[in-house]
């Protein structure tokens, strides 16, 4: 019998409607447009309006429309990981909520918190779910709500980020198509640099942690910027030297959608022309966890069966990896 190996069969996403523009940015904080695109290549973001919504409110979307795509009932998915770092609540855990609100009465769920990586952690992890065999359908969900956690007064935060989220199903390939390698990597040292600094059980929420603006993105910028072109490059580059690969031979490098500036270092090491290169940053900003599934849905169409394709991710942790698919249909 041949080994089983974990392909992606189905992907989808979902923005939400209301787009907050660099020129509305203009109006909130000393900023400009200019300054925004020439350092981030951001023109807008979508943003999750509306009394009582949250994250799995995104994703409820994404899954209803993999199971209409895919044919297969809610009874059918075995399994649910969710990647986020805006849970509906600390606990209990949005996987199992959007498995409520999407009748998934036969999975099992869970979340995956490795901030802007947890997509490819969620993505590997799935993938021995269903390489052992026991497994036959497992979604893996990627979703932010960043706006419920951005300083709208803080400049140099708010411009970056997005609400957003993306899926897709993995199910069984006799054919050797599918998740092929991955290299996934921490260093926890990285927690200084980027971090929200109260309301976990280090510093439990409290009327001074909210009037010190503590429950918000903290980022060092800069440093974590040259720790994410570093970090994404090489591992992108060991990935493709550790499978023989050459520029010629991936179809496609889907990064995380941070910054295009380490979009295009990573995009440079590998020696890949932008036209390889999926990138809707300009659309959507960094939408955390929901940056990759939502480029897989917006290149759909254009995917060939046998495709090589990069994932790449860098984020806070730090936390940072590469996976290799080739893709299944
Ligand atoms: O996905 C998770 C991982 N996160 C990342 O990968 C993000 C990594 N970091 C970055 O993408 C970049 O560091 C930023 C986009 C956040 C900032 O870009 P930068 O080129 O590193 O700018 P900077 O922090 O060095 O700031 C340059 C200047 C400063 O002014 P001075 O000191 O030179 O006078 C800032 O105060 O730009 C100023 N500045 C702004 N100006 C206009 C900072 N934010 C803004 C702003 N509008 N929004």
Same mark, same amino acid.
């Given at each position: 019998?041949?080994?089983?190996?974990?392909?992606?069969?189905?992907?989808?996403?979902?923005?939400?409607? &209301?787009?907050?523009?660099?020129? +509305?940015?203009?109006?909130? +904080?000393? %900023? *400009?447009?200019?300054?925004?695109?020439?350092? %981030?290549?951001?023109?807008?973001?979508?943003?999750?309006?509306?009394?009582?919504?949250?994250?799995?409110?995104?994703?409820?979307?994404?899954?209803?429309?993999? !199971?209409?795509?895919?044919?297969?009932?809610?009874?059918?998915?075995?399994?649910?990981?969710?990647?986020? +770092?805006?849970?509906?609540?600390?606990?209990?855990?949005?996987?199992?909520?959007?498995?409520?609100?999407?009748?998934?009465? *036969?999975?099992?769920?869970?979340?995956?918190?490795?901030?802007?990586?947890?997509?490819?952690?969620?993505?590997?992890?799935?993938?021995?779910?269903?390489?052992?065999?026991?497994?036959?359908?497992?979604?893996?969900?990627?979703?932010?709500?960043?706006?419920?956690?951005?300083? &709208?007064?803080?400049? %140099?935060?708010?411009? !970056?980020?997005?609400?957003?989220?993306?899926?897709?199903?993995?199910?069984? *390939?006799?054919?050797?198509?599918?998740?092929?390698?991955?290299?996934?990597?921490?260093?926890?040292?990285?927690?200084?640099?980027?971090? @929200?600094?109260?309301?976990?059980? +280090?510093?439990?929420?409290?009327?001074?942690?909210? @009037?010190?603006?503590?429950?918000?993105?903290?980022?060092?910028?800069?440093?974590?910027?040259?720790?994410?072109?570093?970090?994404?490059?090489?591992?992108? &580059?060991?990935? @493709?030297?550790?499978?023989?690969?050459?520029?010629?031979?991936?179809?496609?490098?889907?990064?995380?959608?941070?910054?295009?500036?380490?979009?295009?270092?990573?995009?440079?090491?590998?020696?890949?022309?932008?036209?390889?290169? @999926?990138?809707?940053? *300009?659309?959507?900003?960094?939408?955390?966890?929901?940056?990759?599934?939502?480029?897989?849905?917006?290149?759909?169409?254009?995917?060939?069966?046998?495709?090589?394709?990069?994932?790449?991710?860098?984020?806070?942790?730090?936390?940072?990896?590469?996976?290799?698919?080739?893709?299944?249909?």
């Amino acid at each position: 019998m041949n080994k089983i190996s974990a392909a992606i069969t189905c992907v989808s996403g979902y923005v939400p409607e &209301y787009r907050l523009t660099n020129k +509305v940015l203009e109006t909130m +904080v000393d %900023t *400009n447009d200019e300054w925004i695109k020439s350092r %981030t290549g951001i023109e807008e973001r979508r943003i999750l309006k509306g009394e009582g919504l949250g994250s799995s409110d995104m994703a409820v979307h994404v899954v209803n429309d993999i !199971l209409k795509k895919r044919g297969i009932k809610a009874e059918e998915i075995d399994c649910l990981v969710c990647a986020t +770092v805006t849970p509906d609540r600390i606990f209990p855990a949005t996987g199992n909520i959007i498995c409520g609100k999407t009748g998934l009465v *036969n999975a099992f769920s869970y979340d995956i918190e490795a901030a802007c990586s947890g997509f490819l952690f969620s993505l590997t992890t799935a993938t021995a779910l269903v390489e052992s065999g026991r497994y036959k359908k497992v979604l893996v969900i990627g979703v932010d709500k960043m706006s419920s956690i951005v300083d &709208y007064s803080d400049r %140099t935060t708010c411009i !970056l980020f997005g609400d957003g989220a993306g899926g897709v199903l993995l199910e069984p *390939n006799e054919e050797g198509l599918g998740i092929q390698d991955s290299i996934l990597k921490t260093d926890g040292s990285g927690e200084r640099f980027l971090n @929200m600094k109260a309301g976990g059980s +280090v510093k439990p929420p409290s009327v001074e942690s909210v @009037m010190a603006k503590e429950h918000y993105i903290f980022q060092e910028g800069q440093t974590v910027f040259k720790f994410a072109v570093k970090g994404m490059a090489d591992v992108s &580059y060991e990935l @493709m030297q550790k499978n023989n690969l050459t520029a010629d031979d991936i179809a496609w490098l889907v990064p995380h959608q941070a910054n295009l500036r380490i979009i295009d270092a990573t995009a440079n090491r590998m020696d890949l022309p932008k036209e390889k290169v @999926m990138i809707n940053i *300009n659309k959507y900003g960094n939408t955390t966890n929901a940056t990759i599934p939502l480029c897989l849905w917006e290149w759909e169409p254009r995917l060939k069966k046998g495709d090589n394709i990069i994932l790449a991710a860098f984020g806070g942790g730090f936390t940072w990896g590469a996976t290799l698919i080739k893709w299944a249909y």
